[in-house]
């Protein structure tokens, strides 16, 4: 009984902090070290940064900006503009404009496409840049 109950408050904990087991099917590789999140008020609003969220992961100043699906949708016609090289390993929560938040981007790997909005799935799909980003059933 002890074992189970402690079992339920993992799957609690994990199911209210976040669902990167449900976005990622593996895993191959992230960014070191990861980054901090540039723009933290476009989330305030959600209260967290999903995981599986397409990020501009800036490598020498271990920044990153998210890309909400509103931003992606705007950017249809040129995606690459936005500069994405990766996605969110896992929800990050955002509590305020003032929320000093890390993440982990993962530029390699197989993301859930039943996850996310079908439009904008198809958007990030466009990318050519994320050869080791594969979308999957």
Same mark, same amino acid.
């Given at each position: ?20 087991? !449900? ?8 960014? %070191? ?14 209260? !967290? ?6 990020? !501009?992961?800036?490598?020498?100043? =271990? ?9 992606? !949708? ?25 929320? =000093?938040?890390?993440?982990?981007? @993962? ?13 904008? @799935?198809?958007?990030?799909? =466009?990318?050519?840049?994320? %050869? ?6």
């Amino acid at each position: 009984l002890h074992l189970l109950s402690r079992r339920q408050r993992q799957m609690c904990i994990r199911d209210r902090y976040g669902h990167a087991r !449900k976005v990622w099917r593996e895993i191959r590789h992230r960014y %070191p070290g990861g980054g901090m999140v540039s723009n933290i008020s476009d989330w305030v609003a959600v209260g !967290k940064i999903p995981a599986g969220t397409a990020v !501009k992961f800036d490598l020498s100043g =271990k920044t990153f900006t998210a890309y909400t699906d509103a931003q992606i !949708k705007t950017a249809e016609s040129d995606i690459t503009t936005l500069g994405i090289n990766g996605y969110l390993q896992e929800d990050i929560l955002v509590a305020s404009g003032n929320t =000093k938040a890390s993440g982990t981007v @993962v530029y390699a790997g197989e993301i859930y496409q039943y996850m996310f909005d079908e439009e904008v @799935v198809a958007i990030l799909q =466009k990318i050519t840049t994320l %050869p080791q980003i594969v979308w999957v059933q």
